[in-house]
DNA sequence: TATTTAATTGGAATCATTCTAAATAAGTTG
DNA sequence: CAACTTATTTAGAATGATTCCAATTAAATA
């Protein structure tokens, strides 16, 4: 979704040495569509370059982060993901399934740049615009939960399954 | 800097029962100005309550967050943190120092809602505007590090310290 | 080419978070 | 109120992503 070359440049100009390694890492990021984890970037690039680790990867990534370069977006604490696309854009993410999604507008951030800076002198390198809520199949398996939970205190409203009880007598709040 | 009663809402309405454990953890984040992790969540409370346990801040922590009645601010993998803040604002966030601080702004979001239903379905419940930089110190402090790394390239230029390039000569990058 | 410093490596170590099974509390029904 | 059902809490063990380490290799520079 980036330029490679965007992001090596990135390393470049801040004096970090281009090494084959970061090279393959910042190719993979500019290939990507999606929203990967460190371990997804890892997996794409170990499979034709078998010799690479597991550090260089987080240590290539972390570079480009605090460069501002790729941006991390936390959801749920399981993995963290990075976001390549340079294009302002807003993240729709899913309080549920922790899906992130990709969606096309633009934030007047130019701006808020000149506030900031006089504000606290803070140094506008980019931004993270995410909307956190329920996307469409999240909110299907929410109704679903709800029913089911409905249908469970009053099984007598029921013609022919006395048998349902048992079967998703599962640990309700928690669907993950 | 939230209504504890607004967090307890939250959960009762969601169908959570409200016991002694989160009723504290409510008022602890409503308590709070900063964007406090789970561990000072954790302590904050512990030691008025002894023996609350680890696993119910998280559980809790957890709730409240699918609820989208707090947001997690992730920043360079070290901690999560949560802001608690249910005002519009953005957080800026040092990319260097991973510092947190509010800044009083409203986005638009009323305007998107509408789009976001139409396109995929989504559900929109909170938002989180970063803009990711550098604070003001660690503009200085990168300053510094790049003066000292002409110096330490430059050693004649300069008229009595030869002893510098072994005093600091740390790892450059990674300043953290 | 020699020298210096940065980057890579793989495996061990760390540590936040989740999981688990047992105990307890909340809510509900008769 | 007593019995029952289900949610919640708890302590400690387990997990697993990420970082750290010492040794090696590669880049850059003169």
Redesign the interface.
Known sequence: MAQPDVLLNALRQA??RVTDQRRRVCEYLARTQGHPTPYQVYAGIVEKHPDISRATIYNTL??L????AI???????DH?HYDTNPAPH?N?VC??CHTI?D?P?S?P?ES?GP??TQ??????????????????DC?ARKRAEIQD?WRRQHPHEIANDESANDEHAGNL?NGE
Chains 1, 2 share one sequence.
């Open positions: 004096g970090y972390n570079v982060r605090e460069l501002g941006v991390e977006i936390g959801m749920g604490s963290t807003i729709l309080l549920r999604t969606f507008a934030f951030m808020l506030m900031l504000v606290g002198g803070f140094q506008p390198v980019t931004a993270r615009v995410d909307i956190l809520g329920f996307c469409r909110q939970a709040p």
